[in-house]
Structure formats: C-alpha cells, structure tokens
C-alpha cells in the first residue's frame, strides 16, 4: 500500500478556508485519492475522491498536482463541526477495496 | 435509510472471555469491512466481507479472531480469549455493489478488557 504524508495538526479559524495537504510520492498511476475524517467519538466519513482532475462536492474540493505526488483537501469555510482527524487515503483498484488510513491530520476550528 | 449499525456500543470483557461484536450494514449493502483502531492511531484493516463469503483477510491476527457474514443477519466479528491489547474500537464499514470507492462506517464498537 502506498504511503501517504499528512501533518499531525493544524489550526483555523472559524468561516475561514482550510487547505489540508498530503504528499505521495509513492502513487502508481491507478491509485485514487480518497478522504476521509473522523469526528470525536465517530466512526469515519467519506468526503471526496479523485484520480486526476480536480473535484468538487458539496463537503469540499479535491485539488492534485499534476504529477500527482501530493494533493490539497479544501474547505471552502471552515465551522466548529468540521474539527475532525482528516485521513488521506491511496487505494489500489485492486486490492480488495480495504482503505490503509495513517494518523491523519488534527484540524482545530478556532471560534 | 438507517446508517451502518453497531452493537454494542461499549463491551467490558474480562481477559480470557470471549468478545462479540455485530454489525448490520447499511440496507442494500453487500459488502462489509471490519477495521481496528488502537488509542491516537488511525485504522488498521481487519477483513472484508461478502454474504457468506470472506473476501479478504489479511489484516486479521491468526489466533483468536473471526468473522463471519451470513445470508441472513448481521456481521460478527469474534474475539476469544481476549487480552488487555484487544482493547480498541472496532469500527464496521459497508458499501454497496459495485460502489466499493465509498465505505460507509458504523459509529465503532469500544472494547475494554480488564
């Protein structure tokens, strides 16, 4: 399983853009680009995946680099409830379809 | 459409007894994971599931463990004999045929042996 590099922990304030990076240098080229997070005391969440092109959903925008060793989770206006442990996440097609999560990256929303 | 569901949601066992954790998946859903998250850890892949059918298990310790998803009814994980390094939540994943990208999980089973 390729391997993903996440920060421990960032900050934020409240109502304001967040921008989570995760570095794959490692990444075949079938590899997607999945996210989770994980609220307090909750089992995890989907939030957005890709391939290559960028990606948009109603949680968040997805942008990779072109070479696609690293990749940028957005939050477009950060609340209190997005504080959660944000997992960037590289799965094969064919490995069975199990996720390997790291230790994430802490986000705090500041108020 | 209820979420993934998981009972119990806090499990004391003490050490040597047997644990068992159910999941029921999400309606519609096929395919089931269970995952284990040890304290200020992410989480660790167990097995994959079919109806019936153990897909992937390579992320389960060989002694003690089991798990099983029959026709009917819900997912058990199964731990026998258990010790103080069992102790973790253990989370419930489902997804849908065909849709296996989007794993929807269970709000966690926490086990703590005493």
């Known amino acids: 399983d390729a391997k993903t590099t996440q920060p421990n922990s960032m900050e934020s304030n409240e109502e304001e853009p967040v921008h989570l990076p995760c570095n794959h240098s490692?990444?075949?080229?079938?590899?997607?680009i999945h996210w989770y997070r994980q609220l307090p005391s909750q089992g995890p969440e989907y939030v957005i995946h890709g391939l290559t092109s960028n990606v948009n959903n109603r949680m968040a925008s997805l942008a990779i680099a072109e070479d696609r060793k690293s990749s940028t989770l957005i939050l477009h206006r950060a609340t209190l409830r997005d504080a959660a442990v944000y997992y960037c996440i590289l799965r094969a097609p064919n490995t069975g379809n199990q996720f390997y999560f790291g230790t994430g990256t802490s986000l705090t929303v500041i108020p | 459409n209820a979420g993934v569901m998981q009972n119990p949601r806090h499990l004391v066992r003490r050490r040597g007894q047997e644990a068992r954790l159910r999941c029921s998946p999400m309606?519609?859903?096929?395919?089931v994971y269970w995952y284990r998250q040890l304290p200020e850890e992410g989480l660790k892949f167990m097995v994959y599931?079919?109806?019936?059918?153990?897909?992937?298990e390579s992320g389960m310790p060989k002694e003690r463990f089991s798990a099983e998803f029959p026709k009917e009814g819900p997912s058990i994980l199964r731990i026998q004999q258990v010790v103080r390094g069992d102790s973790a939540a253990y989370f419930c994943a489902s997804s849908p045929p065909g849709h296996t990208y989007e794993q929807y999980f269970g709000p966690g089973t926490r086990l703590t042996v005493t």
């Open positions: 599931l079919q109806k019936e059918n153990i897909i992937d």
């Open positions: 309606k519609g859903h096929s395919h």
């Open positions: 490692t990444i075949s080229g079938t590899d997607y």
